[in-house]
C-alpha cells in the first residue's frame, strides 16, 4: 500500500509545519510577527509591530502615490525584444513571458501620466517582480519617454526605483540606458522641471548608477538596500568588515546620498509637500518647454554655459 512506502522526506519538519498558509497570514521578515494580510494591506503593507516595509508592486505604488483614477498609463506597447538571442537556463523569451504574465505588465517599469494631491505629474514605478526590477533597453526607453513628456508637458517627473541592476541578458544594450536615461534627465534640469526620486529595497547596479542618484531630491523607504555592487563583493573588494547598517537608507541619509528617509504612509504628502515648492516655478511656463529643448544658445532661461548646476536653485 501507498501509504506504507511513503518516504519520509515529505513530512513537514517542525519549523516547516508553523509556517502560516500563503495569502491569509503572513509572517513579517524582519520581526517574525505573525500578521493578518487584509490588516498589512490596509497598513500599506508596513508591518504594524516593527515598521518594516515590505516589498510592493507597481500598480500598488501608482494607488498609494496618485489621486484616485488620475492614472493614465504611458508607452505600455514598449517592450523588450530579444537583440542577443540570449538564453542560460532558461530563454530571455521565455523569461519575459513569464514575467508578463506574472505581474501583468509588459516590461520592469510602469509609466503614466496623474496627479498628486491635484499637482499633475508624470510617474514611472519599477516593478521588482518582472525579472528582478532589471533594466532593458525597453525600461531605459519607458523612462526616456516619460522623461520627455515631463519636459513637454512641463510636470515634474517622480520615479520610484526598485532594481537588481541592468539585464544583463541584452548586455550592453541594457547599459546603455544609464546614459540614454541620464541626458533627458539633464535636460529636464536645464528646462527646471523637478525631479523626484523614491527608492525601494532594493535599489542597486545600473539603476543607482544613473536616474536613481539625479534626482533633484531623493527620497528613500526606511530600511532600503541601496547600493551599486552588493555588500559581499564590496566586503571581497576591500577586504574589511562592512559598518552595521551599510547600504541602508539611514546610512546613505548620515553621508549625503539621501535628502529624506520617508515612511510609506507619508509618501504621497511629501512628494506633494516637495512638489508645491517648486509649483510656481512650473506655471505658465508650458510654453517655454520646447524652447528649452532646443540647442544651447537658442534660450535664455538655461543662462550662461556653467550655471546649469545652479539651475536647481531658487529664483
Ligand atoms: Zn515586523
Known amino acids: 500500500m501507498a501509504w506504507l512506502k511513503r518516504d519520509r522526506s515529505d513530512r513537514p519538519n517542525p519549523s516547516q509545519a508553523r509556517e502560516v498558509p500563503d495569502g491569509v497570514w503572513v509572517k513579517c521578515e524582519q520581526c517574525g510577527e505573525i500578521l493578518y494580510f487584509k490588516e498589512l494591506e490596509r497598513n500599506l503593507h508596513v508591518c504594524p509591530k516593527c515598521s518594516h516595509h515590505f516589498r510592493i508592486d507597481a ?31 532558461k530563454k530571455y523569451t521565455d523569461r519575459l513571458k513569464d514575467a508578463r504574465k506574472k505581474t501583468g505588465l509588459g516590461e520592469a517599469v510602469l509609466t503614466g501620466t496623474g496627479t498628486v494631491q491635484g499637482i499633475p505629474v508624470v510617474l514611472g514605478v519599477m516593478d521588482f517582480r518582472f525579472i528582478g526590477g532589471s533594466m532593458a533597453s525597453a525600461v531605459g526607453e519607458k523612462i526616456t519617454r516619460a522623461a520627455r ?5 512641463r510636470r515634474p517627473l517622480i520615479l520610484v526605483t526598485a532594481s537588481g541592476g541592468a539585464r544583463m ?3 550592453i544594450l541594457s547599459l546603455m ?36 542618484q539625479l534626482g533633484d531630491v531623493i527620497l528613500a523607504e526606511p530600511g532600503a538596500l541601496i547600493g551599486f555592487a552588493g555588500p559581499r563583493v564590496i566586503k571581497e573588494t576591500v577586504a574589511q568588515e562592512l559598518p552595521p547598517g551599510f547600504q541602508r537608507s539611514e546610512f546613505l541619509l548620515e553621508h549625503g546620498f539621501v535628502d529624506r528617509i520617508t515612511p510609506r504612509h507619508e509618501l504621497k504628502s511629501t512628494v506633494a509637500g516637495i512638489l508645491s515648492i517648486f509649483a510656481d516655478g512650473l506655471a505658465g511656463h508650458r510654453g517655454e518647454a520646447l524652447k528649452a529643448r532646443e540647442p544651447a544658445g537658442a534660450g535664455e532661461r538655461s543662462g550662461p554655459p556653467g550655471k546649469s548646476t545652479n539651475s536647481k536653485e531658487p529664483e
Open 59 to 89: 500598480p500598488r505604488y501608482v494607488q498609494i502615490l496618485l489621486d484616485p483614477d488620475s492614472f493614465r498609463e504611458t508607452a505600455r506597447g514598449v517592450v523588450s525584444k530579444d537583440p542577443l538571442g540570449f538564453k542560460d537556463s
Open 149 to 153: 513628456l515631463a519636459l513637454e508637458e
Open 169 to 171: 541578458m541584452e548586455g
Open 177 to 212: 540606458q544609464m546614459a540614454k536615461t541620464s541626458v533627458l534627465l539633464a535636460r529636464l534640469m536645464e528646462a527646471r522641471i523637478p525631479y523626484l526620486c523614491i527608492l525601494t529595497n532594493p535599489t542597486t547596479g545600473g539603476v543607482t548608477a544613473s536616474f536613481a
